[in-house]
């Protein structure tokens, strides 16, 4: 059974801070993606990764996929409220449809 | 477009009673996925449908639930009888053509079975 492991399980920070979240697996996969989750809502969307070593921006997020395609890392620099949610990272292996979501990270951003 | 469509958005009922969650999936989709979300076991695939066939059914749980796609505007997921661990957000969610594209989710619906 494929296993994607988020670290940390909850973060708790004040405005500004920069953070890191790490989604990791002892598989190889084809893509990633991350998505952000809020209360009563189904997850949306952030960015797909697709190849190893692969940087994305979006604002103030930073997507790495690894260069072996068995981890990622999503940094939030000077996180604001607004990035409360929970974030989940769910990836898939190559001809398939099906992704298997992380364990996800539940972030709080103090005002 | 108004998005993938879920009903109802909560359902609380009694143990042995027989649930139906419904789903309208984005127009012009033609993938359409089921998701239970419980922060036991997080997100789970359920069940998957293309161009409203079942391609695969080996994340429902047991026998109990049941999924169907009549057309290509509508699904539904029902168990029964429902048991108490059935309690969980389920989600529905639809993609377009292609291996990368967007995986759109609903709002899920909040089922607790007392």
């Known amino acids: 059974t494929q296993l994607l492991e988020q670290s940390p399980q909850f973060l708790s920070i004040q405005e500004g801070e920069n953070l890191t979240v790490y989604c990791n697996s002892s598989?190889?996969?084809?893509?990633l993606q991350w998505y952000r989750q809020e209360p009563g809502e189904g997850p949306v969307l952030l960015v797909t990764?697709?190849?190893?070593?692969e940087v994305k921006k979006l604002k103030r997020l930073t997507f790495q996929f690894g260069d072996a395609r068995k981890d990622s890392s999503l940094h939030i620099t000077a996180a604001q409220p607004g990035d409360t949610g929970l974030y989940l990272c769910a990836a898939t292996t190559s001809g398939t449809y099906k992704y298997i979501f992380g364990t996800g990270t539940r972030l709080k951003v103090l005002a | 477009d108004a998005g993938v469509i879920q009903s109802p958005r909560h359902e609380v009922t009694e143990m042995g009673q027989e649930v139906t969650l419904r789903c309208k999936p984005i127009?012009?989709?033609?993938?359409l996925f089921w998701y239970r979300q419980t922060m036991m076991r997080g997100l789970e695939l359920l069940i998957y449908?293309?161009?409203?066939?079942?391609?695969?059914d080996s994340g429902m749980p047991e026998d109990r639930f049941s999924a169907k796609m009549p057309n290509a505007s509508f699904s539904t997921l029902k168990i029964q009888p429902s048991e108490p661990r059935d309690s969980a957000v389920y989600f529905c969610?639809?993609?377009?053509?292609?291996?990368?594209?967007?995986?759109?989710f609903g709002p899920g619906t909040r089922l607790l079975v007392l």
């Open positions: 990764v697709v190849t190893g070593g």
């Open positions: 598989s190889v996969f084809s893509s």
């Open positions: 969610a639809s993609r377009g053509t292609g291996s990368l594209e967007t995986q759109y």
């Open positions: 449908f293309n161009n409203n066939v079942p391609i695969d």
């Open positions: 127009s012009g989709h033609n993938s």
